[in-house]
């Protein structure tokens, strides 16, 4: 695949034009769509699981809401965290974000209304990643600097389990049942505890740096696992698969540099691709069964952090350091 680097403002609108006269892909307004409006570099960002919106938020404490489609016009502005956003996750019916900052707190609001209905303060230092399960009772995870793992219930004030490893965790995640949490942290290692027996039931270990982040794939086999060593790692999580051997897939290709972003990565729909950020200034995608790159793809002017895969159309969603967010179609 050929990379073309922009070297000016105008040579990035003469590749817009071009791209406009490409057969279209998707039901955006333009094969690339740019948003800007952010005051700060962008941490986090995700499609809404219905495909109609999307959010991001990072340095400047809000969350910012975009339309997909026509101008994505940004219709709500989320405030409420008085530090940076570290991670936002929407839930699966798209009604609640659950968001994670640097001031300690956890916050979940209501798309419908834009109010926070919660605001766990449980954690006693920076909470660096949340997410919601995907079924069953209303429970989110969160993992912070103090070494903690907390799994909540929406409904009750207190998280109703504790985990407590030895070193500050970057990332979590369930997994597909709900009846684990996978951790990573600075000890590079991926933890799985068991929320029936509240004991770490294994340990997925192949990673040399800091885990930035976890993603339970579409189907709930694999998780993706991103690194400060510069590696994706993908690993089957099926409840039954030998320990040793759970290691899949590794790819290549990112970079992370001193600025020790935790950068995301994503699963496509289907599960055939999957994406990073990368502190080079590219996205980097690639196909999960020949671990090849397929796209890397240039426009930001600084280190890409959170990438994401639309849920029903080829459109693949990047924000960075540089505080611009991307929609472009993929083929």
């Not at 570099?41 to 991001?56: L, N, V």
């Not at 999960?288 to 080829?314: C, M, Q, W």
Request: charged fraction near 20%; aromatic fraction near 10%.
């Amino acid at each position: 695949m050929q990379v073309q680097r922009y070297t000016s403002f105008d040579a990035y609108n003469r590749q817009i034009d071009h791209a406009k006269q490409l057969p279209r892909l998707s039901n955006l307004q333009a094969p690339i769509m740019l948003c800007n409006g952010h005051g700060g570099e962008i941490f986090t960002a995700q499609f809404s699981p219905d495909g109609s919106c999307f959010a991001t938020a990072g340095y400047d404490n809000q969350i910012f809401l975009w339309n997909v489609y026509g101008d994505c016009e940004n219709f709500a502005v989320l405030k409420g965290h008085t530090g940076s956003v570290m991670d936002l996750k929407f839930n699966t019916d798209s009604r609640l974000i659950f968001s994670a900052g640097t001031e300690h707190g956890v916050r979940v609001w209501d798309m419908e209304t834009g109010a926070c209905v919660r605001n766990a303060k449980a954690h006693k230092d920076i909470v660096n990643s949340v997410h919601p399960c995907r079924r069953g009772p209303q429970l989110f995870v969160s993992a912070g600097d103090d070494k903690l793992a907390l799994v909540h219930d929406i409904r009750q004030k207190f998280p109703v389990k504790k985990y407590e490893n030895k070193f500050p965790q970057t990332a979590v995640t369930f997994n597909d049942t709900s009846d684990q949490i996978f951790v990573g942290g600075i000890d590079n290692t991926i933890k799985a505890w068991d929320l029936r027996k509240d004991q770490i039931e294994y340990v997925l270990r192949g990673h040399n740096d800091t885990i930035t982040d976890l993603v339970l794939s579409p189907d709930g086999r694999f998780i993706l696992s991103n690194s400060m060593d510069c590696a994706l790692k993908q690993w089957d999580v099926r409840p039954f698969t030998p320990s040793p051997s759970r290691l899949v897939n590794s790819f290549f290709g990112h970079q992370h540099n001193f600025e020790k972003n935790l950068l995301k990565c994503a699963w496509s729909p289907d599960g055939t691709r999957i994406a990073s950020g990368s502190s080079d200034r590219y996205v980097y995608a690639w196909e999960t069964a020949s671990r090849r790159i397929l796209y890397k793809l240039p426009g930001h002017h600084g280190s890409v952090n959170a990438v994401d895969f639309h849920p029903t159309e080829p459109i693949l969603l990047s924000a960075g350091s540089d505080k611009r967010i991307f929609l472009g179609e993929i083929a």
